[in-house]
């Protein structure tokens, strides 16, 4: 016997029923009001629709007639089923879910397709998508520069003289990749910074020039933004984290569950993609370097520099500033660059390769 509610389908009335199966040929289903004890239903078993067994999800027997009788006794079902050799609502799907085997070795071949989704298809993807992308798409991001200046950037405060030379040390290099559009612009504001942008836009900042202890070194800041433009990576970046936010929701269902715990891995994964393109415009500067017979240490200096700054190192001590917590690994982890210390491994081995 098995118990459940019934509902005929005319009305939103349901009842408490219970189900018995008479096991003969051909076996005869008999649904009984459990309060009245009256017949409610009777069938040839063929002739009854049994949704596919999921995980306890409750099972439906649809009758002829549209009635339907619900029971989440899906053991006591299985067993009948089984008795009478029917496979009406033996699902495959619940022969899977129940082979501990094949449930593991699903889970793990889900995460490997994830890994290599997030870490080698979107990546492929998007970078053929931002080869192949319109210009007419690019060129909308020509009037960022009047947007940002009214929004993030400050003028530059450097002396018109010291801005003036640094746009004569960096105009060869710039006419060196005329195709990327490259465009110049001193702003302040953004501290010690330099950023790239789709449309060839090139802002450094009033800080970042003079932490410069070079002209080296800001050459090689601008062969590192050159290879942002060279690579594409605002495009890039900007697709491949589309894709992995649309490939979340698909796991979740919709929009409202992707919530602050399943944007973490976005999260992670954009800031992975983050320092594998700071890797590349890396060795686009180097080679830039190399191919202008500029100083590879000087690069390598600059980065250091930086990362001092960042760090809040104490330039008159040359030490961190001590912190109460070393967050070293995690902070490499979580940064959008790579660690300073990387970046100047990166440098020697590639003078080692030549």
């Known amino acids: 016997m098995i118990t459940g509610y019934y509902a005929d389908g005319k009305t939103s009335a349901r009842v408490a029923a219970r189900l018995e199966v008479v096991t003969q040929a051909p076996a005869i289903v008999v649904l009984w009001d459990t309060d009245t004890n009256t017949e409610l239903q ?3 078993l063929a002739d009854i629709k049994i949704s596919s067994r999921l995980g306890d999800t409750p099972r439906e027997f649809m009758f002829a007639d549209g009635g339907l009788f619900v029971s989440p006794q899906n053991q006591q079902i299985d ?9 009406n609502g033996l699902s495959l799907i619940h022969r899977l879910e129940s082979n501990i085997g094949l449930v593991l070795g699903s889970v793990v071949l889900a ?10 298809g979107i990546p492929r993807a998007a970078d053929v998508m931002a080869d192949n992308m319109p210009e007419v798409m690019v060129d909308q991001f020509d009037q960022q520069m009047t947007v940002l200046d009214s929004t993030l950037f400050d003028p530059s405060n450097l002396p018109d003289t010291e801005q003036e030379r640094v746009r004569q040390l960096f105009q060869p290099y710039l006419d060196q990749h005329s195709q990327l559009n490259p465009k110049l612009h001193i702003r302040s504001g953004i501290g010690v910074n330099a950023l790239a942008f789709p449309g060839g836009d090139i802002v450094f900042s009033d800080e970042l020039i003079q932490r410069a202890v070079n002209d080296e070194q800001l050459v090689s800041v601008l062969f590192h933004e050159l290879g942002h ?8 970046r900007t697709l491949q984290d589309s894709m992995v936010v649309i490939l979340l929701l698909f796991v979740v269902g919709d929009i409202e569950s992707l919530d602050m715990v399943m944007g973490i891995p976005a999260l992670l994964a954009d800031l992975s993609y983050s320092r594998d393109f700071e890797r590349e415009a890396d060795l686009f500067a180097m080679q830039q370097m190399h191919s202008n017979d500029l100083d590879l240490d000087a690069f390598s200096t600059m980065m250091l520099l930086l990362s001092a700054t960042e760090e809040g190192q104490d330039e008159e001590q040359g030490e961190y500033k001590s912190s109460e917590y070393d967050f070293g690994a995690l902070k490499g982890f979580l940064s959008t660059h790579p660690k300073s210390e990387e970046r100047a491994a990166m440098v020697e081995e590639f003078k080692a390769g030549l």
């Open 229 to 236: 433009l060279q690579h594409r990576h605002f495009l890039r």
């Open 111 to 120: 995460l490997l397709f994830a890994w290599l989704t997030v870490t080698q």
């Open 79 to 87: 067993t009948v089923l089984k008795t009478l050799n029917s496979d």
């Open 42 to 44: 009777r069938s040839d």
